[in-house]
Antibody, heavy 116, light 109 residues
């Protein structure tokens, strides 16, 4: 079955960067886009961007342009999302999500806490 | 950029009742690109409906989606205890990508 397994929780200081991983299994990794979506506590879902694992092409939400980088390692079927210049407002659960038009599968989420 | 507005923000109903959730888009959305998700506390969202009206694999037939253009609806015909959750609509657009509504919480009355 399709699984997306994300890396564990992170605590970072303001100004630092965080890199979250998402290991895919149960399907051909390069055949489906990977999106990253975040959710602050008690808030809604916020789309950050997408990546085509085959080509490496990416598209980022304007809000995150210049701060987010999405990459992949096809040899280990893993996608990465790096967010830089962290601030307290970036404290949230970050999800990887498989699909282009619609998200069929989600990772379990990674809590990133930004605190001094 | 298309904005999705969900209403009501909270729906208080009893098990067995019918739930009707609305998702309104700021401009026309292709039905093929409209989806609904359910999210329970501490869990990732789960796909319920795609293409505005097609149920995802394993989704009970008490869940149905309808609508076109700018107005879409998710209906739960008879609420089961496990249906009390937050529901999000989502649309896909080439720029910027995915957009989510603000969510509707269905709570036990």
């Amino acid at each position: 079955q399709v699984q997306l397994v994300q890396s564990g929780a992170e605590v970072k200081k303001p100004g630092a960067s965080v890199k979250v991983s998402c290991k895919a299994s149960g399907y051909t990794f390069t055949s489906y886009d990977i999106n990253w979506v975040r959710q602050a506590t008690g808030q809604g879902l916020e789309w950050m961007g997408w990546m085509n694992p085959n080509s490496g092409n990416t598209g980022y939400a304007q809000k995150f342009q210049g701060r987010v980088t999405m990459t992949r390692n096809t040899s280990i079927s893993t996608a990465y999302m790096e967010l830089s210049s962290l601030r307290s407002e970036d404290t949230a659960v970050y999800y990887c999500a498989r699909g282009t038009v619609v998200v069929h599968n989600w990772g379990q989420g990674t809590l990133v806490t930004v605190s001094s | 950029e298309i904005v999705l507005t969900q209403s009501p923000g909270t729906l208080s109903l009893s098990p067995g009742e019918r739930a009707t959730l609305s998702c309104r888009a700021s401009q026309s959305v292709s039905s093929s690109y409209l989806a609904w998700y359910q999210q329970k506390p501490g869990q990732a969202p789960r796909l319920l409906i795609y293409g505005a009206s097609s149920r995802a694999t394993g989704i009970p037939d008490r869940f149905s989606g309808s609508g076109s253009g700018t107005d879409f609806t998710l209906t739960i015909s008879r609420l089961e205890p496990e249906d009390f959750a937050v529901y999000y609509c989502q649309q896909y657009g080439s720029s910027p990508g995915l957009t989510f509504g603000g969510g509707t919480k269905v709570e036990i009355k």
